[in-house]
């Protein structure tokens, strides 16, 4: 989002210093309103009311640029607050100046120069060259829009999905916002529109920013483009017959009509009135007192960095996550369908950009697909000038932004979520839209066309009573990723699901609170869609009986093993070592297990058997709780041990020892020696922490690399917090020599005390955690005759991979989980055994049709268990 990514951050004294006057002009100019105001005896809002819009001095602002910029270059402009245009790294740096901000910086970037005029961004945006009318206002958009409706009614459905503050204000009488009655208008496209289907759910979303009208013009051509096609061309026919298209042309009207009327061709941010004078407050230099940077409000990493709370900057980002109508508006639509990938329009840069975008170098677990197809669309797409084509990029790697539209959609709902940034200017000449507009139609089409390939979908219903059910479709190797936030769900209304994934192999869990889960082994292909429907079968309560030991076998008494998530239930273990948990509803819960002295475990884990056994490791490869020195420690900056704060002993560490952080640092704490992870099986790193860190985009960020040259981002912490224990699973690392380390980042405002960090550990398990799915060999149980249902004789076989240790008890249990007949309890030699069940229960009766579970377990603890159907 060159053109929106942009944070105000003072760092050149000068500019610092001509912002704040601004801010100080604003603050006595509104003083003295309220003064007269009082003493006047007027009411505020008729003192507000006689100033006229746009009655503040402008000075005329251009486009400049400067050429081969640092990237030193571009942290300096950023954190001065500049209104950064576009950012090519190593190309250019497109900068908003005025002629005074011009003529003194040029002397420093000799490079600098005017690329587009304020009168040129004016004249392209009226352009009548080759009877082209120029952008569409609000009103052309809506006439159209209902013209469209009426040509089209079995495809089109035009909504209103909400108000913006202009129509707010003028619903209270403020005469200022007369003209600014807008609603935010969404378009559905499919056949049987007026029906809710079965199908998944994609966007198109103009104009979060003003001064971009070109994204509104492009979702407009979408819109016609697809109703054009539909019937015509056989994919667009099949998108509109499969999918639901949500196309929302104009989120930000009220900014619109500030830029179209040419009011200010510059003006970026809503019209939210920040100030609550009642005027619209444009301010000169880009950044006004008013409105908030829609692309900076959205409630995922909200206020994390490249975001102010400057009210004059043209990136704040407004006084809580989705403080903002139009936010709220497409959030709100976003979570009332199954949307599955979108694109959100933007200029300039000619990017394709894809989460995450809040902070450098986080890689998302969804990255490879969402970079595919980025990359596919930024190929089909040339450049404004030809000669090239669209590039494409995480977002971060441009530059770091939080609260944008993308990482909110991915990271809470797991959307591919695009932005793309269109041309080469805000406002491209009129005459040249239509063809920049044409230019984007294939990438649009191909995020329609995605659900057709490398997709695993299907239903998830009560294998009872056939209902939907709302179910957690959990991949493994991508969804145990610590950077996973968000995970797949079956929605509740048909139990559909769809997942888009890389070719390959997963094993994928399907999980239901109160239901059994289940797992299958998915083959993903390029050609085509893999489908799974599942049926969950309802769980019966049992008793869990959960042993907790040291890896010497030794049983551990006070352990707390908590279930996250689901009710937060919370059991210690007795002086054996048990946990006994009746009415136990098997299924997969996120766990936790701590005990003082011991490292916490905390992980996903199936409950399917009535025993468990969990080992906690107690000797920490690694532990340092800094009584002794930072001698195991590589500093920079002002790291230092911390007498005053403490978690365990007498010291902590902190990057601060003596009061507040100072601006603009990057300092770390890293382990002067990596950990050893070659051969072992688990690895948990925990530490305790505090901290108080400005929420205006300073943080500390946790890190780890194998090679101590590149780090990869592992959490962050910013904000304030007690002392809290914080866990992760390493395991991702194993077989690598792996380095940790704490950077503390902060920028040129706002300052506090920092963090403190206390009792660092890392618990290397050379034995299994789990002793009887990996120490024990594991005979393996399946159904060796079909059909399946049966109706006379059940074949089973069981495979022993060595002679077993102990008895191998196979038995039948029904739905209720009630035991049917023990079939089967000895010791067994190694290699292949038969197994007859003729349908009978313990005492030689015939059972019930109905489904039946074949047990196979090991001195109560439950290694497999496969399901029947008895049907005679
Ligand atoms: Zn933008």
Known sequence: MPSEQWGCRPAFPTVFFYLKNTWEYAMKYMLLVIMIAVILAIPLFAAASVIPLAAYPQSPRFVARIVSPTAENFTQFTRAGFDICSYHPGEHLDILLDDSLFQE?????????????????????????RDIPGYRNYQTMLDELMQLQAQYPNLMQVTS?????????????????QDFDHQIWAVKLSNNVQMNEDEPAFYFVGEHHAREPISMETVMGILN???????????????????????????????????????????????????????????????????????????????????????????????????????????????????????????????????????????????????????????????????????????????????????????????????????????????????????????AKLLLARK??????????????????????????????????????????????????????????????????????????????????VALLPAEPFSLQVHISDPT???????????????????????????????????TYRISITCPGYEQLLRMESFSGTSRTFILNS??????????????????????????????????????????????QTSNCRLLQPVNLQGVLNVNLQFYAKHNISLDGDYCMLQYSTNGVTWKYLDDFT???????????LNHLIGSNAYLRFTMYSNSSGSADGIYIDDVKVFVTSHPTN??????????????????????????????????????????????????????????????????????????????????FIKLSRTNEQIKSIKTILLK
């Open 105 to 129: 910086l040029k002397a420093d970037y000799p490079s600098l120069h005017i690329t587009q005029t304020e009168a040129q961004l004016k004249a392209n945006l009226l352009s009548n060259e």
């Open 719 to 729: 904000g304030v917090s007690a002392w809290q224990l914080y866990s992760y699973n």
């Open 225 to 443: 483009h697809l109703l054009e096609g539909y019937g015509v061309d056989t994919s667009i026919t099949d998108y509109l017959n499969t999918s639901e298209i949500w196309l929302v042309p104009l989120l930000n009207p009220d900014g619109h009509k500030i830029v179209i009327d040419q009011t200010d061709v510059w003006w970026r941010k809503n019209l939210r009135d920040n100030n609550g004078n009642h005027a619209i407050n444009l301010d000169d230099y880009g950044n006004g007192a008013d409105g908030v940077d829609l692309n900076r409000n959205y409630g995922y990493k909200w206020g994390f960095q490249s975001a102010t709370d400057d009210p004059f900057s043209v990136t704040y980002h407004g006084t809580e996550a989705f403080s903002e109508l139009e936010t709220q508006v497409f959030r709100d639509l976003l979570l009332s369908r199954n949307f599955i990938a979108g694109i959100s329009y933007h200029t300039y840069g000619q990017y394709v950009l894809y989460p995450f975008g809040y902070q450098q170098n986080i890689i998302s677990p969804d990255a490879v697909e969402m970079h595919a197809l980025a990359g596919a669309m930024a190929a089909t797409i040339p450049t404004q000038s030809g000669g090239s084509h669209y590039s494409s990029m995480p977002s971060y790697s441009l530059y770091p932004v939080s609260g944008s539209s993308d990482d909110w959609a991915y990271g809470e709902k797991g959307i591919f979520a695009y932005t793309i940034e269109m041309a080469e200017e805000f406002i491209p000449p009129a005459a040249e839209v239509p063809e920049i507009v044409q230019n984007n139609l294939t990438a």
């Open 771 to 852: 002793l009887t799915e990996e120490l024990l060999p594991t005979p393996s149980l399946s159904i060796n005759s079909y059909p399946n249902p049966f109706s006379d004789k059940l074949n089973l076989e069981i495979d022993c991979p060595e002679n077993s240790k102990s008895p191998i008890a196979i038995a039948v249990y029904n739905l209720k989980g009630q035991l049917v007949r023990e079939l089967f309890s000895e010791v067994l030699a190694q290699g292949k055994h038969q197994l007859v069940w003729d349908g009978k229960d313990a005492s030689a009766q015939a059972c019930a049709n109905g489904m039946y």
């Open 619 to 664: 000797n920490p490869q690694v532990a340092d709780g800094f009584e002794l020195g930072l001698t195991a420690w590589q500093i920079s900056g002002n790291w230092e041990r911390s007498t005053s704060q403490h978690y365990s002993g007498s010291y902590s560490l902190t990057d601060s020892p003596t009061g507040n952080y100072s601006n603009n």
């Open 452 to 533: 057709n390939s490398k997709l695993l979908k299907g239903h998830i219903t009560d294998a009872l009573t056939g209902e939907p059910l709302q179910a957690m479709i959990f991949v493994e190797g991508i969804d145990n990723n610590p950077l996973k936030t968000n995970q797949t769900y079956s929605e509740p209304v048909y139990g559909s699901y769809y997942r888009f994934l890389p070719e390959g192999t997963y094993q994928v869990q399907y999980i239901c609170p109160g239901y059994s889960a289940e797992s299958f082994s998915q083959s993903i292909v390029s050609t085509g869609v893999t489908i799974q429907d």
């Open 553 to 587: 076998g030794s049983a551990i008494a006070g352990a707390t093993l908590a279930f996250l998530d689901t009710e937060q239930f919370t059991y210690h273990s007795n002086e054996q070592g048990l946990i006994n948990i009746n009415n136990f509803l098997p299924g």
């Open 161 to 177: 999905i909400g108000n913006t503050w202009g129509a707010q204000y003028a619903a209270q009488q403020i005469s200022t916002y």
